[in-house]
């Protein structure tokens, strides 16, 4: 069956993201004018807005990974998160864009963030696709942001549900009837989340 049938409406089309990430690329690419940004990108969800955004990035830049887990419902009380796969180097005085697909309750971004500080990075901003305010918990500063949306579960563009649909090309909502038939292996649910971030 094709992943088309699943979608219930699309929120943001594929050409509204490429136009916004041209933007946002070159908003950096003036910020950061003479200094070498190392972006710092989520797992899983953000592999595709942080290949785009680079792409669209006109000064010298370098790229790394970390990957996070949270507890499942206990996120929500404790706000605890685990880095499952640290970055590769050090970013002692270095200049660190974090990118991540959305900003959900905030408890992942302010935790990274947090842990991140005490790295001594010479500058630390946040760069996010997708902005869901109404389900804000803790406040997250969003340097570079691409998009507010409402509080609905959204997929496509890396993000992901039961660990299908990042690879539609645009933002959307899925036909409720979708969520029923979920694989035994969920990632995410639209109710809560559940580990790996
Ligand atoms: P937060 O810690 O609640 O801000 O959530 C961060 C992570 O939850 C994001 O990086 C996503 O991986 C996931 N997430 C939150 N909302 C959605 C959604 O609407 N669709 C898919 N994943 C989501
Ligand atoms: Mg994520």
Known sequence: MALLD???????????????????????????????????????????????????????????????????????????????????????????????????TGLTMDYLLETLKTRYPASLKVCALLDKLPRRRRFVPIDYRGFEIPDRFVVGYGLDYAGRYRNLPFICVLKTQVYGQAPAIQTQTPAGRSAPA
Do not use: M, W
């Open 6 to 104: 699943d979608i219930d409406e699309v929120l943001i089309p594929e050409e509204a993201l490429k136009a916004r990430i041209r933007e946002l690329g070159q908003r950096i690419s003036t910020d950061y004018a003479g200094k070498e940004p190392l972006l710092v990108a989520i797992l899983t969800g953000a592999v595709l807005f942080t290949s785009d955004l680079l792409r669209q990035i006109s000064i010298p830049c370098q790229l790394d990974f970390i990957a996070t887990s949270s507890y499942g419902e206990q996120v929500d009380s404790s706000g605890v998160v685990r880095i499952l796969k640290d970055l590769n180097q050090s970013i002692e005085g270095r200049h660190v864009i974090v990118v991540d697909d959305i900003i959900d």
